[in-house]
C-alpha cells in the first residue's frame, strides 16, 4: 500500500504500476561517449522486468552534434545476434523514447545474454541487460 506524505492512500494506475523508466544519455567522457543514466554510472547494467512496459529515454546533450541511437540486442546460445530495440537518432540536446515490453522469462530462453549499445560508438557506448521476472520479490534474473 502506498501512503502519501499527509496520510491518504495513492491510488496508481494500471499504467503506473506496470511501467518501469530508464534515462541514458550520451555524454563524452576523456575522449570517448559513454552513456550515463540518472545515478551518473558509467555504461551501467540495465535492469528490464518482464510483464511490465520498460520506457528506456535516450538523450543527447545540448551542443553535442554528434548522433547517438540505442540499440538493445539479444544474443542466443548459438552466438547469433538479434536486434530487438532501436530508437531514434538523438543529437544536439534531441530524446527520444522506446519500449521494450518482454512479456515472460520463457519469452528469452533461448538467449544467452543481452546487451545495448550505441550505433555510431558501438565500442565505448555499451553495457549489459538482466531481465528480471515481474514479482513482488523479483527473484528470477536472466543476465
Known amino acids: 500500500m502506498n501512503i502519501d506524505s499527509i496520510g491518504f492512500v495513492k ?4 499504467e503506473e504500476q506496470n511501467q518501469t523508466s530508464i534515462e541514458l544519455t550520451a555524454k563524452l567522457i576523456g575522449t570517448s561517449y559513454r552513456w550515463v543514466d540518472s545515478n551518473n554510472s558509467i555504461n551501467p547494467t540495465l535492469i528490464i522486468t518482464s510483464g511490465v512496459n520498460n520506457q528506456i529515454t535516450v538523450k ?3 551542443n553535442d552534434s554528434q548522433e547517438h541511437e540505442l540499440i538493445i540486442e539479444g544474443i ?8 530487438l530495440v532501436i530508437s531514434d537518432t538523438v543529437h544536439d ?3 527520444s523514447i522506446v519500449d521494450f515490453y518482454p512479456l515472460d522469462l ?8 543481452f546487451d545495448y549499445y ?4 558501438p ?5 549489459n541487460i538482466k531481465i ?11 543476465s
Open 123 to 127: 565500442e565505448t557506448m555499451k553495457g
Open 60 to 62: 543527447s546533450l545540448q
Open 93 to 95: 540536446g534531441s530524446s
Open 76 to 83: 542466443t546460445s548459438s552466438g547469433d545476434k538479434e536486434e
Open 132 to 142: 528480471t521476472n515481474y514479482t513482488t520479490n523479483n527473484s528470477n534474473v536472466i
Open 118 to 121: 550505441c550505433e555510431y560508438y
Open 106 to 113: 520463457q519469452e528469452y530462453k533461448n538467449y544467452k545474454s
Open 11 to 14: 491510488v496508481f494506475s494500471q
